[in-house]
């Protein structure tokens, strides 16, 4: 069974994207509270070494840097309201009956 080509996929809503800012946030403040975590821990999990930096480096020069950036730009959306890559699809243009 194939879609008819007059059915158009429905837009994301915009009460989806207001709640973005608020869960960015939140995983914004568990990223950072991670680091602490990882030294403090018994056993020091953030002293084992991976190709021969601590894991507690690792996350907090590369990996902890990178995911905020990616929460950030994902939860902050464009000026309109829609979220990034979320933008409605322009109309079709009308077809010429033949």
Do not use: K, N, Q
């Not at 429905?10 to 680091?35: D, I, N, T, W, Y």
């Not at 975590?37 to 480096?57: E, I, Q």
Request: hydrophobic share 55%; net charge positive.
């Amino acid at each position: 069974m194939t879609a008819s080509p007059h059915v158009r996929p429905r837009a994301p809503s915009r009460r989806a994207a207001a709640g973005r800012p608020a869960l960015g946030a939140a995983f914004l403040v568990v990223l950072l509270a991670v680091l602490p975590c990882l030294v403090l821990l018994p056993g020091a999990p953030g002293a084992v070494r991976v190709s021969g930096v601590s894991l507690a480096w690792w996350y907090g020069g590369l990996v902890a840097p990178l995911l905020g950036w990616v929460v950030a730009i994902w939860s902050v959306g464009r000026p309109g309201g829609d979220a990034v890559g979320l933008a409605e699809p322009p109309p079709a243009a009308p077809r010429a009956s033949g």
